[in-house]
């Protein structure tokens, strides 16, 4: 499979559209599905798969091979996803700081995101909403680590690669990405103690 | 507790990839020929660039070439000192 994939991207380095097509079909669910876990909503999931494709069609001439072809993409999607996730975030604080001082109260209101994400079975639902409402609390870092090895299933070592960091560094974020999930589920829904 | 702290962290266990809308790809290809059609329109400005420059040595050189030609002219001065030579 490694092989077809390099296959396919010296192909796109040297412009071709159809085997930019065929690596689409390969990767657009991977693509997605990491960016819809950052993101949250399907038109900003959408945004970021775009934007990933057209980077492949830009930069595949400048792959040097150093890692896998899967790696490489899944870097490009965690890099975007982020970038849009960071922009969001600070329109977010900016709006928080006028309805700060157009609030008669004064009370600032805050937006829990409300993400059903279109894979999970009904009967975990809204576990799972539960769920991404606490991950999108999680630092960068332990949200990298947490969505590539949980959500998108992918061995500690690809992880490991795709974040740039050694399996043990990825094995301590988790371990404390877990850990803050944990904090998070109890602060989301105190009710549920009962 | 801890069970259902357990079964939110499982949640997403076996769940399947979300996929994209299926037109999502033909927004990418029309990105992609915006973007190359972008790069096409910004050469006629190299273009442009160099006429400019061309035209710049070309009046310089004209300038140049009309200033020799000046010198071999002679000046209404040396015409009317020549005048003056009456009485030789």
């Known amino acids: 499979m490694q092989a077809l994939h390099q296959k396919l991207l010296r192909e796109v380095a040297q412009g071709s559209e159809p085997a930019l097509g065929d690596l689409y079909q390969l990767f657009k669910d991977r693509v997605y599905n990491t960016a819809i876990s950052y993101l949250q909503n399907t038109a900003d999931a959408a945004e970021v798969t775009q934007d990933v494709f057209v980077k492949i069609f830009q930069s595949a001439s400048r792959f040097e091979g150093k890692s896998?072809?899967?790696?490489?993409?899944?870097?490009?999607?965690?890099?975007?996803?982020?970038?849009?996730?960071?922009?969001?975030q600070r329109q977010k604080r900016f709006g928080f700081v006028v309805r700060l001082f157009q609030h008669e109260t004064g009370a600032p209101s805050i937006e829990l995101p409300h993400f059903d994400h279109p894979g999970v079975i009904l009967e975990n639902k809204e576990n799972a909403r539960i769920l991404f409402q606490a991950i999108d609390a999680l630092p960068t870092q332990q949200k990298t680590a947490f969505i590539l090895s949980f959500v998108e299933e992918l061995p500690r070592k690809e992880v490991a690669d795709v974040m740039e960091l050694s399996l043990k560094a990825v094995e301590s974020l988790l371990q404390r990405a877990k850990a803050n999930l944990r904090s998070s589920l109890e602060n989301i829904y105190p009710d549920r103690r009962k | 507790m801890e069970n259902r702290k357990d079964d939110i962290l499982k949640s997403i266990e076996g769940a399947k990839r979300a996929q994209p809308d299926p037109q999502l790809y033909a927004a990418i290809q029309a990105k992609i020929a915006g973007i190359e059609h972008l790069q096409v329109v910004k050469r006629p400005y190299v273009a442009l660039a160099a006429a400019c420059l061309g035209l710049l040595i070309f009046a310089n050189v004209s300038m140049l070439s009309n200033k020799d030609s000046a010198q071999k002219t002679p000046s209404v001065y040396q015409i009317e000192y020549a005048n003056y030579s009456l009485y030789q």
């Open chain 1, 68 to 88: 896998s072809v899967s790696t490489w993409i899944y870097r490009i999607t965690v890099n975007h996803s982020l970038d849009l996730l960071n922009h969001k």
